[in-house]
């Protein structure tokens, strides 16, 4: 009886074990799985003590390979057999089995031991390898192929970088470029040896430093025109360099940049000789002399000239002088050839699309075998030049466009060319329906728009989805349509000359206040800035949207607040 009572202690206490192992093992699987890593433990005679699931992620090895009391050699000889190899040079390429098998071990038994190898194209491991004086040995496999890549790209915007440096310094002609607060950020050699300075006594420093307080303050007032206007000045100078020799100088000041990251590039360049004044001069909106006739500045506006630019002629599409034509798409991006695709139809044209150049030159191939014309290639200028000059070799007219362009500017290139094609040169364009004269009764649409490319992008949009529309080309002229004509939605952009939209807006809240109508107003955003989002909604914006617009971005405001009123395409 106590023999039996022993052996019913001694099988308790060898379940307890058990399930005591397996509980530390589940609970190291679940450390190595959050730390996004693969551990092996292996002990003095070189037998595994414990491996971790996520090896599994790193070898196509079978799972019985990870249970304790495996030798490392067979582990290893496992890993060996699946093909997976560190992409080595060819003299180690040709390593037998045994000797590479010899080779893991001995790292095996360094005391440390650190190794990065490539497996495929695309993939990067990071082997940590210890000894530890008791003879225990533990192994750490990291997948660090998102650090390599950062690496990668970090080196190519170095090289970037580097090279935009050596061109800005093998410019002949003083550059610099200062940021928003107007420090300088940027010089090259040559205002360097100008001013007889260096570029560490220039950068984060302001004219100011460096010059006369009055020469500084007359910069920084062009500076600061030049950052808030985007107008860009043009100044003539008569500079007496050091030599004692005196030179006419003109300098341009350019804004680039997006809003809130803007930055001034200035150039200056020697005139050769006395003569008639610079053609900038001809297009300025102010021009100003000094008293002592040492400069001169203007500014030019960004249309170039003093007056706004009204917008250029397009021409449109008409469906019947187009319908069965034939057009090839070349693009791998599928979003803009299904936009592609999808607007080509609509206008009637026989559309097709490849994905590169090797599936254009066989299309083509068997276009030409079949007797079959094409009238078009549109190809994505993210595509190689093969694909242009397979166009040329089957003597296709191709169009050069990039993803913007195939969602929003389609139909107008097409037709332009094809306009072009039929006179053979404009001599009579056929302007696009633009509705902004006041012919329309009842509005559906007011769209406050300055900008010729998105007035058209807007025009082709609503006339399809069938609403009445005007275009306000400024916000005090989009205040006095929505006085005269109370659309039922406004589609608001908030960078208008004259009134802005946010200032639009407030006027239009202003004016509805103690009445009993509310029309809608959504912001048209460039760019996803929070503030812009918050600033619309101060103005009494209902509702923002994205540039560029679509016409499911439209169909989906629209039916958010013209329920009652919504036409769809084709209707």
């Known amino acids: 009886m106590s023999a039996g009572f022993e052996k019913a202690d001694t099988s308790s206490v060898s379940s307890e074990m058990s399930a005591d192992i397996s509980l530390q093992t589940a609970l190291f699987d679940a450390v190595c799985e959050s730390l996004g890593a693969a551990f092996i433990v292996y002990d003095k005679t070189d037998h595994m003590i414990f491996a971790s699931r996520q090896v599994l992620n790193f070898f196509p090895i079978s799972e019985t390979m990870l249970k304790p009391g495996t030798r490392l050699r067979d582990f290893l000889g496992a890993i060996h057999d699946t093909g997976i190899r560190t ?54 496999i990291q997948d660090i192929s998102e650090d390599k890549k950062r690496e990668e790209q970090w080196r190519s915007d170095l090289e970037r970088v580097q090279l935009t440096e050596d061109i800005l310094d093998n410019l002949p002609f003083p550059l610099f470029v200062k940021d928003r607060n107007l420090n300088y950020v940027a010089v090259n050699i040559a205002f360097c040896e100008k001013y007889q300075t260096t570029v560490d006594e220039v ?33 003539r100078q008569r500079q007496v360099s050091r030599d004692g020799v005196e030179r006419d100088i003109v300098a341009r000041k350019h804004r680039i940049g997006k809003p809130g990251r803007y930055f001034l590039v200035s150039t200056m360049q020697d005139l050769p000789r006395d003569g008639a004044d610079l053609d900038e001069f001809r297009l300025a909106s102010a ?27 397009m021409e449109a599409i008409v ?72 166009a040329e070799q089957y003597g296709i007219p191709a169009l050069v466009m990039d993803g913007f362009q195939l969602a929003n500017e389609l139909t107008f290139q097409i037709a332009r060319h094809f306009n072009r094609s039929n006179r053979g040169e404009i001599a009579e364009s056929i302007d696009w329906e633009i509705t902004t004269v006041e012919d329309v009764s009842v509005l559906d649409v007011l769209v406050a728009e300055d900008n010729d ?6 025009s082709q949009i609503l006339e399809g ?37 946010f200032e639009a807006a407030r006027l239009i809240r202003q004016t509805e206040e103690g009445g009993s109508s509310r029309t ?17 909604a101060k103005a009494g914006m209902d509702d923002v949207i994205m540039k560029p617009v679509s016409p499911d971005i439209l169909q989906g405001i629209f039916q958010k607040y013209l329920a009652g009123d919504i036409r769809q395409v084709g209707m």
């Open 287 to 313: 021009v100003t002399t000094s008293s002592k006739n040492s400069y001169r500045r203007a500014y030019v506006p960004m249309g170039g000239s003093g007056e706004r630019r009204e917008p250029a002629a």
């Open 319 to 390: 469906p019947e002088n187009f319908s069965g034509r034939k057009v090839l798409v070349v693009t791998s991006d599928v979003v803009a050839e299904a936009a592609a695709l999808r607007t080509l139809a609509k206008y009637g044209f026989e559309a097709c699309s490849v994905r590169g150049e090797d599936e254009e030159e066989h299309f083509l191939e068997i276009a030409s075998s079949s007797g079959i014309s094409l009238d078009l290639l549109v190809i994505d200028n993210q595509l190689g030049m093969r694909c242009l000059e397979l």
């Open 87 to 140: 992409q080595s040079p060819s003299n180690q390429a040709a390593m037998s089995r045994e000797d590479w098998l010899s080779q893991k071990i001995a790292s095996h038994w360094r005391e440390r031991f650190e190794a990065v190898e490539r497996h495929g194209t695309d993939r990067w491991i990071r082997f940590g390898k210890r000894r530890l004086a008791s003879g225990y040995g533990v192994s750490v």
């Open 465 to 501: 989805l069938g609403y009445r529309y005007l275009i306000a080309p400024s916000g005090d002229e989009a205040i006095r349509l929505w006085t005269e004509h109370q659309p039922k939605i406004i589609l608001m952009d908030i960078s208008l000359p004259g009134f802005n939209g």
């Open 203 to 235: 950068l984060g420093r302001k004219s100011g430093d460096l010059f006369s307080k009055e020469v500084a303050q007359r910069f920084e007032e062009s500076d600061r025109h030049v950052l808030e206007t985007g107008e860009m000045s043009i100044s």
């Open 453 to 458: 490319i998105n007035q058209i992008v807007f």
């Open 520 to 536: 809608p107003i959504i912001g048209v955003l460039t760019q996803a800035f929070e503030r812009d989002r918050v600033e619309c």
